[in-house]
């Protein structure tokens, strides 16, 4: 088992529930909804010791779950001193977080698993779980098997 799985089986337990915005919920990180100008999904910054996640405001709400998932992983999997300090700007040049985080969320929708997206394209699963492609934006078949 892979270890994002591993933390998300932990999470799942412990919340009973993969929805992002539950977990969130239980782990007091607020999450708004923001008009961003660009092309900008969700962000995730830490302010007052508190973490917030803000979400594009004319996202489905399907995408808006994908987007809070891929948020809180970054809370949950990369949070450290300086990711707290700089959280935007360190996750926009690690491409390896921005796997781990579009891995993390997808793996939140009830009917993905670590094999299934091994073993899929990310067309059938964007598909599967009617999620545009788009927001797969850090994601692509081939550099998850490689990793794998």
């Not at 001193?81 to 977080?97: A, C, D, G, R």
């Not at 990310?122 to 009617?130: F, R």
């Amino acid at each position: 088992m892979d270890l994002i799985e591993k933390i998300i089986k932990q999470i799942s337990n412990k919340y009973s529930s993969t929805d992002p915005f539950v977990i969130c919920k239980f782990k007091k990180i607020q999450c708004l909804e923001y008009p961003f100008t660009d092309n900008t999904l969700s962000l995730s910054y830490f302010y007052n010791k508190n973490w917030i996640v803000l979400l594009r405001q004319d996202l489905s709400p399907l995408e808006k779950k994908f987007a809070c998932g891929h948020e809180l992983a970054h809370i949950i999997l990369h949070s450290n001193e300086n990711y707290i300090k700089y959280s935007t700007q360190i996750s926009l040049f690690n491409p390896s977080h921005e796997k781990e985080a579009d891995t993390f969320s997808l793996l939140l929708f009830d009917n993905i698993t670590f094999n299934k997206i091994k073993l899929n394209t990310l067309e059938k699963i964007s598909k599967d779980i009617n999620l545009p492609l788009s927001n797969l934006r850090h994601l692509s078949s081939r550099s998850l098997r490689q990793k794998m």
